[in-house]
Each structure stands twice: as structure tokens, then as C-alpha cells.
């Protein structure tokens, strides 16, 4: 079974958008960067205008996005991760949220891991 994502473009396009700049407004107030706060905060927005499970198919992506995010040539050389927000982290829930059997469960339990 494969998975196929359930945002169109512009929904993808958007959710980077807001990953990015909250990421370069954390810089910019030269604080640490906490991943799984930004998930948690993203996903209680989502949830609240539409429901858990479009919540938790934006959030899938996330992880991807923040370490993409982080090694862009703008982030890289001065964005602080958060401690729990490391690359490694982000690596393995980014696995667990696009796992084909169970991705959509992890992360809306994710909300307890987020």
C-alpha cells in the first residue's frame, strides 16, 4: 500500500511557509528552536478549525520540513535546536508519522510525543 499525501501544493507550499518563518522569527529573537512545540501549537491550530485527522495529515510533513528548514543555506550556521529537537529526532518521528500501517495514529497520539 502506498501512501500518497493529502495536502495539494499550495496547502504543502503554505504549512513550509509558516514552518520557516516561525523557525527565522525564533532566530531572529535568538532563542532555541523547540520542534516539538511548534508541532504541538501547529496541530492545536489545525485541530481547532477542522479536526484531529486533517491536523495530524499536516503534521506528517512536519518533521521533513523543519529539517529541511534547518539545513538551508539562511538557518544553518545560526538556528539553536532545542535539545529535543534534534536532526536525529526529527529523523525518527518523521518515520513514525509516515509509517503506512500506523503514521496517521502516531501522530495524533504524536500530540502526547509533540
Avoid: W
Amino acid at each position: 500500500m502506498n501512501i500518497s499525501c493529502a495536502l495539494s501544493s499550495s496547502q504543502i507550499k503554505g504549512l513550509f511557509k509558516y514552518v520557516y518563518k516561525t523557525m527565522s522569527e525564533t532566530l531572529a529573537a535568538k532563542q532555541s528552536f523547540n520542534a516539538n512545540e511548534t508541532m504541538q501549537v501547529l496541530f492545536n491550530k489545525i485541530e481547532s478549525n477542522e479536526d484531529a485527522d486533517t491536523a495530524a495529515k499536516f503534521l506528517q510533513v512536519v518533521p521533513k520540513m523543519i529539517i529541511v528548514a534547518t539545513i538551508s543555506k539562511e538557518l544553518v550556521s545560526d538556528l539553536k535546536l532545542d535539545k529535543d529537537s534534534s536532526l536525529d529526532s526529527l529523523r525518527s518521528l518523521l518515520g513514525k508519522f509516515l509509517n503506512e500501517t500506523d503514521g496517521l495514529l502516531e501522530t495524533q497520539i504524536g500530540r502526547a510525543h509533540v
